[in-house]
């Protein structure tokens, strides 16, 4: 059974500064990953996606990384912005079927101005 | 094209109620997902349609929910003598056929539940 995990739960920065996020999963026959944002109350809106076979993509300032052999993906976030405050959630697409998504439980970020 | 719609966003009712929650996926989207997300966790798989087949359910679906996508349109998900313990968010979503792993799901605004 496939299980994603993210560390740390929730994390705290003061505006500006670089920070990394990170997720690991059990399994990896894996369609793809993405990483997703929740703002408080709200949908899922996809920031990144990185298919099975990539090692990495760039969005403005979110890089993500993906290790399958590993089982590892971490995001990165350049110049922290109070507007960047949100709940990242990792997802990974399993490779049969539905290709349904596995979720881990998110990281709280909160940008201190 | 105004993206996925789930119709309440929020609904309160009495425990033993019954709820029925509505989400209009992307048009020409054929496959739809209807997950639950608790409190602090991510969201979990429930159910997904390819156009009007009900192909995949969780665990998690008790006989007590039941979901419908009628003409491979809209959908909706159905909660019988609802418990506290269903109190969550419901979130839809839809994506294409899912040939490409470039596909993803685009999630709508969800509907609240709360029981009392």
């Known amino acids: 059974k496939q299980e994603v995990t993210q560390i740390p739960a929730a994390l705290s920065v003061p505006e500006g500064e670089n920070l990394v996020l990170n997720c690991s999963f059990t399994d990896s026959a894996i369609y793809n990953l993405q990483w997703f944002r929740q703002d408080p109350g709200k949908g899922l809106t996809s920031l990144l996606l990185i298919q099975s076979s990539q090692r990495e993509q760039t969005s403005g300032r979110l890089n993500a990384s993906l290790d399958k052999s590993s089982g590892r993906s971490t995001l990165y976030l350049a110049a922290s912005q109070p507007g960047d405050s949100a709940t990242y959630l990792c997802?990974?697409?399993?490779?049969?079927?539905?290709?349904?998504?596995?979720f881990g439980q998110g990281t709280r970020l909160t940008i201190n101005p | 094209d105004t993206g996925v719609s789930q119709d309440p966003r929020h609904k309160i009712t009495k425990r033993g109620q019954n709820v029925t929650f509505r989400c209009d996926p992307i048009s020409e989207h054929n496959r739809l997902y209807w997950y639950r997300q608790t409190l602090g966790q991510g969201p979990e798989f429930l159910t997904y349609?390819?156009?009007?087949?009900?192909?995949?359910k969780s665990r998690l679906l008790s006989d007590r929910f039941s979901a419908e996508r009628p003409k491979g349109s809209f959908s909706t998900l159905e909660i019988q003598r609802t418990e506290q313990g269903d109190s969550a968010m419901y979130l839809c979503?839809?994506?294409?056929?899912?040939?490409?792993?470039?596909?993803?799901?685009?999630f709508g605004p969800g509907t609240r539940l709360t029981v009392l």
């Open positions: 349609f390819q156009n009007e087949a009900q192909l995949e």
């Open positions: 979503a839809s994506s294409p056929i899912g040939t490409s792993p470039t596909d993803t799901q685009y």
């Open positions: 997802a990974v697409s399993i490779i049969q079927g539905a290709q349904k998504l596995v």
